[in-house]
């Protein structure tokens, strides 16, 4: 199973990968999470990629393109869930050649609606871990338990979820990503799902339809 989910940042698409991947064994691909984990083993990649990030930019296609490539190369046709790419239409046509190259094609593809008011105020009050990645909202922090270590969660506000970055990145979202949405809407696997209900309904629309 081959899923891609899409939407604005704070829609929801990682809290729902992370569910469906415990769920059915599939492999998370966030290109987020990849750019993160180079920027804290200070590779190349990753000191190129902080720059754009720290500013709620785009990284460059071709460097996007090139890491999710060898990724889903190295995956030898275990299922995964997209989370994060495409996010440009240009990204989105490197996905269509890559897949078809390898034999592969998108089993659903999910687009998590999300006012921007809504957005906003998700993205100011979330606090991600250090240590297994969670998402959860500041008030929930206390109660979160980590998936990967028994000393618990470390969690941290991304920098790029201060308010003067989450603004541009929304805006951004607007500019070059959304034009994406057009691209996948005559994909026979769409589905536009209503991200501001509770995470628990959504992840249930998606099992409904992956069923
Ligand atoms: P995310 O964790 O998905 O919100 O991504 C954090 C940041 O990583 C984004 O604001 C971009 O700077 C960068 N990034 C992640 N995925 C992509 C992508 N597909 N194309 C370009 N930049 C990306």
Redesign the pocket.
């Known amino acids: 199973m081959n899923l891609l989910f899409m939407g604005p940042?704070g829609s929801g698409k990682g809290t729902q990968s992370k569910l469906l991947c415990d769920r059915y064994s599939i492999v998370h691909l966030?290109?987020?999470?990849m750019?993160r984990e180079a920027i804290t083993n200070k590779t190349e990649v990753g000191m190129r990629?902080k720059s754009?990030?720290d500013k709620?930019?785009?990284?460059p296609d071709q460097v996007?393109i090139d890491l999710i490539r060898a990724k889903v190369t190295s995956l030898s046709g275990k299922g995964f869930i997209l989370d994060?790419?495409?996010?440009?239409v240009p990204?989105a046509i490197a996905l269509e050649d890559l897949l078809s190259g390898l034999g592969l094609k998108l089993d659903g593809v999910f687009f998590f609606d999300v006012q921007k008011e809504i957005l906003v105020n998700r993205l100011s009050a979330r606090r991600t871990c250090r240590k297994c990645n969670q998402v959860v909202s500041a008030d929930d922090v206390s109660k979160a338990k980590c998936a990967v270590n028994s000393d618990g969660c470390d969690f941290y506000q991304r920098d790029?979820d201060k308010p003067e970055v989450i603004a541009k990145?929304i805006q951004v979202y607007q500019d070059q990503t959304s034009p994406m949405i057009e691209y996948y809407k005559s994909n026979p696997n769409f589905l536009k799902i209503d991200g501001t209900q509770p995470a628990d309904q959504v992840f249930q629309v998606i099992l409904n339809k992956i069923s």
């Open positions: 940042p966030s290109t987020g999470d750019f990629a754009y990030m709620g930019e785009l990284v996007v994060g790419f495409p996010r440009t990204q790029d990145r």
